[in-house]
């Protein structure tokens, strides 16, 4: 059926806004998508309608408050196809791996197998555990035979991110749960840019973990979760404890609470929370699967008009890359780039080195410029892109 795009932009009220008489042109999507008026206004009916504690409070406004937290929960496992209580809500992909990589129980030896093409949330947390003797390996992004050579007993966890957010090429994910479950080393998959663009389920995939942003997908900034299979964060240390996370204590000692709550410390971000399974809801009805093919055949329209005309990062072929466009002009820095299509176009992407400096600096390059796209844009707006692109150039 597809996507109508002049139906959906008229959900985001951002959109329908010039600056300096030119329309807004948002393709810095990997980091941060809009929001759709559905989802501001389910926000703003918590905080108008039952601002109240969740979890905490028996009179008619919490429970309120609970109904609703308990609504957003069993819509994302829906969503990803998971049980309720494999559902832990977060601040964002970086706290729901850091729960894992603080939570598990270490000792010298033990080894994580990442890729070289990890953002730092997917890095830094591994790298901390050195002074517990932990080892950290890597294999090449998207080398099914290296990956498989790395895996040995020593491998306690295996961490690799899903669609890369330099460069939007995707991992067989999988194909590598598998593989890494044959050495029976569990998996944490980070899909903060896949979530948003493609059905992610979490019985076909296979995986132990997987961690997301709201974010990234129409839903409030400081919403994220992990996806824990059942019974697979049992015997972790919580990352944080305190407020909700226990059923009782004494001046000794404590009893925790069942998953997923143990994992939930102190008054949670209910108005997010809410707002983050109304985003998925809309998601829902306007199909995963129409996500998808609309980026593809924008950033194919890109591709084929400007592709060959600047220094393109991953694979030419656009279906390789998801709705993400990374590249240099050659002979102008990429953050003048971008300051020059914002002030003279509007249109807004990213630059630097996207939090994937350890893959920048290993390949001797400083950063690029990266637009990235979601269903919401559209054929004209890449038009508006791409003779930008060809204006700028002409300036070197």
């Known amino acids: 059926m597809g996507i109508d795009s002049r139906k959906v932009r008229m959900d985001f009220p951002v959109l329908g806004k010039s600056i300096s008489g030119k329309p807004i042109v948002y393709f810095d999507n990997a980091c941060q998508s809009l929001r759709p008026k559905q989802v501001v206004d389910k926000i703003d009916q918590y905080y108008l309608e039952f601002p109240a504690c969740g979890g905490r409070s028996g009179h008619s406004l919490g429970r309120r408050v609970d109904e609703e937290v308990k609504k957003s929960r069993k819509t994302l496992a829906k969503f990803f196809n998971a049980r309720e209580n494999e559902i832990i809500f977060t601040k964002n992909t970086t706290e729901s791996i850091n729960l894992i990589a603080y939570g598990m129980r270490w000792k010298a030896g033990d080894s994580v197998l990442i890729s070289d093409k990890e953002h730092n949330s997917n890095l830094i947390p591994w790298q901390q555990l050195k002074e517990k003797g932990v080892r950290l390996l890597r294999f090449r992004f998207g080398d099914i035979d290296d990956f498989e050579s790395k ?62 942003s709201g974010h990234k997908m129409l839903g409030p900034s400081g919403t994220g979760l992990l ?31 069942k998953i997923p709550n143990r994992y939930e410390a102190g008054l949670q971000h209910y108005a997010g929370i809410i707002g983050f399974g109304a985003a998925v809801e809309y998601l829902g009805k306007v199909g995963m699967k129409n996500v998808s093919e609309h980026e593809m055949k924008l950033n194919s329209l890109i591709t084929e008009e400007i592709g060959s005309e600047v220094g393109l990062l991953g694979p030419m072929d656009a279906k390789e890359r998801s709705g993400i466009f ?29 939090c994937v400096h350890s893959w920048f600096h290993a390949n001797n390059l400083d950063g690029s410029a990266r637009a990235s796209l979601y269903f919401y844009n559209t054929e004209e707006e890449c038009g508006i892109f791409v003779d930008s692109i060809r204006r700028i150039a002409k300036l070197r």
């Not at 598998?178 to 979490?202: E, G, R, Y």
Request: charged share 25%; hydrophobic share 40%; proline share 3%.
């Open 151 to 212: 895996l040995d007993r020593s491998v306690r966890l295996v961490s690799f991110v899903h669609t890369s957010n330099l460069d939007g090429t995707i991992q067989p994910a999988e194909k590598m749960a598998k593989i890494a479950h044959d050495n029976k080393s569990p998996v944490l998959l980070d899909a903060a840019q896949s979530a948003p663009h493609k059905q992610l389920d979490m019985r076909k995939l296979g995986v132990d973990f997987m961690a997301c």
């Open 227 to 257: 996806y824990a299979k059942a019974g697979s964060m049992d015997d972790m240390r919580p990352f944080m404890t305190g407020g909700e996370t226990v059923t009782d204590s004494t001046y000794d000692s404590a009893t925790f609470e």
């Open 326 to 354: 990374s590249f240099n002009v050659r002979g102008m820095n990429y953050h003048e780039v971008a300051v020059l299509l914002d002030k003279t176009a509007n249109v807004m992407i990213r630059s630097g080195m996207h």
